[in-house]
């Protein structure tokens, strides 16, 4: 994939999961919104209707007391009748009717001493409805017949109650708050308001009169204006200042646990979606360094086959000079640069398929017993002559008491080699490698130190990945496939035994190899 069309894809991918999580974050902000906006609607409703259950009790409370009053009174101090009336004749049955619509006035005086009001006297009137039918008839004898019947008689009580609440409303002004509501009353109306909204939540509350507190308040009852909703009381009294404070102290709380389940999942989801995503990025992303790194592999595997083969080529066109043939000297030279490029090139051959059988779990490991010192010096020997000719030297330090382990000896001296290769490789002067061995309780550490050119902490992170070599641009000095270190680590993986590295640029590098022993 071309590296702009790479790039534009994540970042078309990340700005559509940005654009998810933004989203999400804006529905679950506005979720919570919503559901603060609706716990305040239904809070102002229940302190509203408190307010004004709070007055119609009272109001109701000394209406019960004059209605029982009034009725008491036999005789009103004056009254009053106004009556309309109209009549209707039907002549075929010599009946004439006659309807009357009448109001009663009665006025009454009461005391005030009644009502705790410093008023000498106060005037009350009640108004009686009464309709009444008449009925009168003329017999054929000339008598006439008069029925009379009443169709309705009723107090008027609307009117009597709206000027009694006047009344109530100048006697009331002057009593103290105290005295007209208490704690409990409130407390059980604001319950009851709660309960038929649906809503649960602890509340405090106060009486304030000028905007200062009266007595008239829960113990713990302090202002909040974020949960705070205040009402005015007994609207109808002209010059009443009286205001109920009522603080809903879990509105939060409330307004949270609305919106929680959703919230939750909708938050699961989208860390789902960012985790999936992460993911595939780094699959791609691996997969693109893998499609890289194996098109450098077939490129760096076809260069070291292209020497190998001119130079066997080479050998084999002086071979069939009539001079090389007469010689055993040249002969043997050109035999031997065959037999050793061969090899060369069916190693890395057998690295490949290696690498290709571990993979599928295709590589049988029978273990046995076998003295790890002895495989030591077994790999030594393979790479001795080579170190020679550099003049650079191997030496063992062997202080484990202790190196039997199980193991497969003919791959676990290819690790050796292996990594005794690759300290001779990256060695740029002379290699000079040092080898320890020591007991760690049940296991046996080997450590293979050279003073080669050591690598990064980033580079150490990824050599044993298979293909993976440092990356030095179009330069080359040191050939190989990166197959080799990740052989060695997926022997050690079968054998149940661990390896590390320890480098630094420009001082060389410790391969640590841990197995465990047996008795």
């Known amino acids: 994939m071309n590296k702009k069309l790479f790039v534009l ?43 004004q259950e709070i007055q119609l009790r009272e109001n109701e409370a000394y209406y019960q007391v004059y209605s029982a009053y009034v009725d008491s009174i036999q005789t009103p ?4 009748f106004t009556e309309l009336a109209y009549r209707i004749q039907n002549k075929a049955t010599n009946e004439t009717y006659i309807f009357t619509d009448g109001i009663l006035e009665q006025d009454y005086k009461l005391s005030s001493g009644f009502f705790d009001s410093e008023m000498d006297s106060i005037q009350f009137r ?3 409805s009464r309709k009444t039918r008449t009925k009168i008839s003329e017999g054929i004898d000339g008598t006439t017949t008069t029925e009379t019947r009443v169709e309705s008689f009723s107090r008027m009580k609307d009117y009597e109650r709206k000027q009694f609440e006047d009344f109530v409303s100048n006697v009331t002004a002057m009593v103290p708050i105290y005295k007209r509501v208490n704690e ?17 939540s602890k509340f405090e509350f106060a009486i304030f009169n000028n905007n200062l507190e009266t007595k008239v308040r829960s113990k713990n009852f302090k202002f909040n204006p974020e ?18 404070y009522v603080n809903f102290s879990e509105k939060e709380k409330l307004v949270l646990n609305s919106i929680l389940g959703m919230a939750i999942l ?35 595997m076809t260069h070291e086959f292209k020497t190998p083969i001119a130079t066997i080529n080479l050998a084999l066109d002086s071979l069939k000079n009539p001079k090389v043939k007469d010689n055993k000297e040249f002969l043997d030279r050109y035999l031997g640069m065959i037999r050793d490029e061969n090899r060369r090139m069916n190693a890395q051959v057998e ?11 295709e590589l ?39 190196s039997t382990v199980l193991a497969n000896e003919s791959h676990l001296t290819n690790v050796i080699v292996n990594i005794l290769d690759n300290a001779i490789k990256y060695s740029e002067e002379q290699p000079k490698i040092d080898i320890y061995s020591e007991n760690v309780k049940n296991s046996v550490i080997l450590k293979i130190r050279d003073q080669g050119m050591g690598m990064s902490k980033a580079v150490q992170k990824k050599i044993f990945e298979k293909f993976y070599r440092e990356h030095t641009g179009d330069i080359h000095n040191v050939k190989g496939h990166g197959l080799g270190l990740a052989y060695v680590k997926r022997i050690l993986d079968d054998h149940d035994a661990e390896i590390y590295v320890e480098s630094e640029k420009g001082k060389g590098s410790t391969f640590i190899l841990k197995l465990h022993l047996i008795s």
Not at 351 to 361: M, T
């Open 126 to 128: 009640k108004l009686t």
């Open 227 to 244: 949960s705070t909703y205040i009402v005015p009381l007994f609207v109808n009294e002209n010059q009443s200042n009286y205001e109920l």
């Open 266 to 300: 909708s938050l699961v989801f989208t860390a789902v979606i960012i985790l999936a995503y992460s993911s595939a990025i780094s699959q791609i992303y691996k997969q693109r360094q893998i499609s890289q790194i194996k098109s450098d592999f077939i490129n760096n």
């Open 77 to 80: 101090d004056s009254q009053s």
């Open 9 to 51: 894809l994540i970042a078309l991918m990340s700005l559509s999961l940005l654009g998810i999580v933004f989203v999400q974050g804006y529905w679950i902000s506005n979720a919570y919104e919503t559901k603060a906006e609706q716990f305040t609607i239904n809070s102002k409703q229940v302190v509203l209707s408190v307010a």
């Open 351 to 361: 690295n490949v398929l290696r690498i290709s059988k571990l993979e599928k779990n």
């Open 184 to 200: 409990k009353e409130i407390s059980e109306l604001i319950a009851k308001e709660l309960k038929e909204r649906g809503l649960k």
């Open 364 to 402: 049988d490991l029978p273990k046995e017993r076998v003295d790890l010192q002895d495989i030591i010096e077994d790999s030594i020997s393979h790479v001795s002559l080579i170190v020679e000719d550099k003049g650079g030297y191997i030496n063992t330090h062997f202080g484990a008491l202790r």
